[in-house]
């Protein structure tokens, strides 16, 4: 019989002590990690200082600065993207890091598989992504995406038939499945709280889960914010009463990392998961996993790592992956750094607040689905008697704008908006040009409907 193989982690040290150098100039140092290192690096080299000590208020209303970041970026000159919630294009240094790297690895993969996990992404990645979201290192689990981090939770904590977790009809489909399968294979009991849409205060959502939360509740998850409403919820007041019940709190995180200057401990919770490639603007497959230390040994990998496997790393475990995502991430999380989650975030909320405005007078019978100051980086709004996905194919194919169209929700039927979220460094110009043409587009999908 054929012995079991190394785990990464143990393959990668023997390999990596025999491997030789990455061949081919790199897009970014791979040192850079800080702010001011990267601020530097593009002075260097003819680039835009991303420097400013105006208030993050002042410069999110200065398009010419964002015109500056804009030029970081390579992006499809023939469409409009206003679809950033899903992904977040990365930047023209980690799509170079990303292509060389992918070269390099796949001319010799036995060597560069291990080589680029031990010296890279284990270290220097690593590292970087922890600064973002303000943690240790050793508290963080690499993985692929907010799912693949937060199903290891749901699907690893200990329950039994009869607990309670609670959950809400606005969370991302793939956990409430997730949540599904365990209550069909470990008889739990699902506490489905419905919010209003929109929701009145974050004291009328912390009541709704408070009332929802038993002392037989186990566990609550909690979406910040959800994808379907762009709703933020009070996560810290409803941890701190979660836990005098002796519950623990997972947060999806997945549309909040990179917008928050505090990301994981200011929100008082004891699991968190979230992509990269949404406002941290990586590349396409890594996602992280965050967990108090005191509760790492109780959560079951989704895939058995080996025994020898301690910490965090025992949920790092997938086999052979892409290992070249990693090191083109670095460039990604340090524009991110150069940036500040404070200064992206209120760029997106006057975004918002611009194009709230503009669909307003445009259409004053418009429904939002949060209230702006509850939101902030995703706009719902819903036309009355408008189809969101032909409005959707209408816009990408008459008028090159990408929007999200959301319809079908199966967790919550009545919700029939378009999504509109824009990046930090989208133009006025190009939220003008989606309200004309959806003033356009409207009135022939009413008539039609």
Same mark, same amino acid.
């Given at each position: 019989?054929?012995?079991?193989?190394?785990?990464?982690?143990t393959l990668f040290k023997?390999?990596?002590?025999f491997?030789?150098?990455?061949?081919?100039?790199?897009?970014l140092?791979l040192?850079?990690g800080k702010?001011? +290192?990267?601020?530097?690096?593009l002075? +260097?080299q003819g680039?835009?200082?991303?420097?400013d000590?105006?208030s993050?208020?002042?410069v999110?209303?200065?398009e010419a600065y964002w015109?500056?970041?804009?030029g970081?970026?390579h992006?499809?000159? +023939?469409?409009?993207?206003?679809d950033?919630?899903?992904t977040?294009?990365?930047p023209?240094a980690a799509?170079?890091?990303?292509?060389a790297r992918?070269?390099?690895?796949?001319?010799?993969p036995a060597?560069q598989?291990?080589?680029?996990?031990e010296t890279?992404?284990?270290t /220097?990645?690593r590292?970087?992504?922890?600064?973002?979201?303000?943690?240790?290192?050793t508290e963080?689990?690499l993985?692929?995406?907010?799912?693949?981090?937060?199903?290891?939770?749901?699907?690893?904590f200990?329950?039994?038939?009869?607990?309670?977790?609670v959950c809400?009809a606005?969370? $991302?489909y793939?956990?409430? +499945?997730a949540?599904?399968?365990r209550?069909?294979? @470990?008889?739990i009991?699902?506490?489905?709280?419905?919010?209003?849409?929109?929701?009145p205060?974050?004291?009328?959502?912390?009541?709704?889960?408070?009332?929802?939360?038993?002392?037989?509740?186990?566990l609550?998850l909690?979406?910040?914010?959800?994808?379907?409403t762009?709703?933020y919820?009070p996560?810290r007041?409803?941890?701190e009463?979660a836990?005098?019940?002796?519950?623990?709190?997972v947060v999806?995180a997945a549309?909040?990392?990179?917008?928050?200057d505090d990301p994981v401990?200011?929100?008082?919770? @004891?699991?968190y998961g979230a992509?990269?490639?949404?406002?941290?603007g990586a590349?396409?497959?890594l996602g992280?996993? !965050?967990?108090?230390?005191?509760?790492?040994?109780k959560?079951?990998?989704?895939l058995p790592?080996?025994?020898?496997e301690k910490?965090?790393?025992?949920?790092? !475990?997938?086999?052979t992956?892409?290992?070249?995502?990693?090191?083109?991430?670095?460039?990604?999380?340090a524009?991110?750094?150069?940036?500040g989650?404070?200064?992206?975030?209120?760029?997106?909320? $006057?975004?918002s607040?611009?194009?709230r405005?503009?669909?307003?007078?445009a259409?004053?019978?418009a429904?939002?689905y949060?209230?702006?100051?509850?939101?902030g980086?995703l706009?719902?709004?819903?036309?009355?008697?408008? @189809?969101?996905?032909?409005?959707?194919?209408?816009?990408?194919?008459?008028h090159?704008?990408?929007?999200?169209?959301?319809?079908?929700i199966r967790s @919550?039927?009545?919700?029939?908006?378009?999504r509109?979220?824009?990046?930090?460094?989208?133009?006025?110009?190009e939220?003008d040009?989606?309200?004309?043409?959806?003033s356009?587009e409207?009135?022939?999908?009413? /008539?039609?409907g």
């Amino acid at each position: 019989m054929m012995s079991r193989p190394f785990d990464r982690r143990t393959l990668f040290k023997h390999t990596a002590l025999f491997t030789g150098a990455v061949t081919g100039a790199l897009a970014l140092p791979l040192s850079i990690g800080k702010a001011e +290192d990267l601020d530097a690096w593009l002075s +260097d080299q003819g680039g835009p200082s991303l420097k400013d000590q105006r208030s993050p208020g002042i410069v999110a209303r200065d398009e010419a600065y964002w015109a500056r970041v804009r030029g970081l970026y390579h992006l499809q000159p +023939d469409v409009v993207n206003l679809d950033h919630g899903w992904t977040n294009p990365p930047p023209r240094a980690a799509m170079t890091e990303l292509t060389a790297r992918a070269r390099t690895l796949e001319a010799l993969p036995a060597e560069q598989l291990p080589k680029q996990w031990e010296t890279i992404s284990t270290t /220097k990645m690593r590292a970087a992504l922890a600064a973002a979201m303000n943690v240790q290192p050793t508290e963080i689990a690499l993985v692929r995406n907010a799912t693949e981090a937060l199903d290891t939770v749901l699907l690893g904590f200990p329950l039994k038939a009869g607990d309670e977790v609670v959950c809400s009809a606005h969370d $991302y489909y793939a956990m409430l +499945d997730a949540l599904e399968q365990r209550r069909a294979r @470990d008889g739990i009991v699902l506490k489905m709280i419905n919010p209003p849409v929109p929701a009145p205060s974050m004291n009328a959502l912390e009541a709704l889960y408070v009332d929802a939360i038993t002392s037989r509740t186990r566990l609550v998850l909690l979406t910040h914010p959800s994808n379907l409403t762009g709703q933020y919820l009070p996560v810290r007041r409803i941890s701190e009463h979660a836990h005098r019940v002796g519950a623990e709190v997972v947060v999806d995180a997945a549309q909040s990392l990179g917008l928050l200057d505090d990301p994981v401990m200011s929100l008082g919770c @004891d699991y968190y998961g979230a992509s990269a490639h949404k406002w941290l603007g990586a590349p396409v497959g890594l996602g992280v996993l !965050w967990m108090r230390p005191e509760h790492v040994a109780k959560i079951w990998p989704l895939l058995p790592p080996m025994k020898e496997e301690k910490g965090m790393a025992r949920f790092e !475990w997938i086999g052979t992956a892409p290992e070249y995502v990693n090191p083109a991430s670095i460039p990604a999380i340090a524009l991110h750094a150069a940036l500040g989650a404070s200064r992206k975030a209120e760029r997106l909320k $006057y975004l918002s607040s611009y194009l709230r405005e503009k669909i307003t007078r445009a259409f004053p019978n418009a429904r939002f689905y949060a209230r702006h100051e509850l939101s902030g980086t995703l706009t719902h709004v819903e036309f009355q008697g408008v @189809d969101p996905i032909a409005l959707q194919k209408r816009l990408r194919e008459q008028h090159g704008i990408l929007i999200q169209g959301m319809g079908g929700i199966r967790s @919550d039927p009545s919700l029939r908006a378009i999504r509109i979220s824009p990046n930090v460094f989208t133009a006025r110009t190009e939220l003008d040009r989606f309200v004309a043409a959806a003033s356009r587009e409207i009135p022939r999908l009413e /008539k039609r409907g």
